[in-house]
Nanobody, 118 residues
Framework: QVQLVESGGGLVQAGGSLRLSCTAS????????MGWFRQVPGKEREFVAA????????YYTDSVKGRFSISRDNAKYTTYLQMDSLKPEDTAVYYC???????????WGQGTQVTVSS
C-alpha cells in the first residue's frame, strides 16, 4: 500500500497560479505512475494529469494543456502540479493518485481544495 500526502491548495484569483505537491510513502518502489484528479460536488472525479514514474512521460486532459505542468522528484517520491492561468472552472478538490505496477490499483490522497475566484 502507498500512502499519499498532498499540500498546496488554496484560494487564488483567476489568472493566478498554485502549485500542488504530493509525497508518497510505503510501497513506493511499486509505483507505476502518479497523477492528479479533481472533483466538484455532484460530478464524477476526472483525470487532470499524470507522470509515468520510470522515464517521466507526462500526459494531460485537454482542458489543462498549456496551463498545468506535472513533474516528479524521484528521490523524494514527490509529484508536483504547477497550475498557471487558473480559471474559475478549475475550482475543485484535487486528489493525488498513485497506480501500483503489480495490481493496477490506485491509492488516493486525502484531497486538497483549490478555489479560483473570478
Amino acid at each position: 500500500q502507498v500512502q499519499l500526502v498532498e499540500s498546496g491548495g488554496g484560494l487564488v484569483q483567476a489568472g493566478g497560479s498554485l502549485r500542488l505537491s504530493c509525497t508518497a510513502s510505503g510501497r513506493t518502489l511499486s509505483i507505476y505512475e502518479m497523477g492528479w484528479f479533481r472533483q466538484v460536488p455532484g460530478k464524477e472525479r476526472e483525470f487532470v494529469a499524470a507522470v509515468i514514474w520510470s522515464g517521466g512521460r507526462t500526459y494531460y486532459t485537454d482542458s489543462v494543456k498549456g496551463r498545468f505542468s506535472i513533474s516528479r522528484d524521484n528521490a523524494k517520491y514527490t509529484t508536483y502540479l504547477q497550475m498557471d492561468s487558473l480559471k474559475p472552472e478549475d475550482t475543485a478538490v484535487y486528489y493525488c493518485a498513485a497506480q501500483d505496477s503489480d495490481s493496477g490499483n490506485k491509492s488516493w490522497g486525502q484531497g486538497t481544495q483549490v478555489t479560483v475566484s473570478s
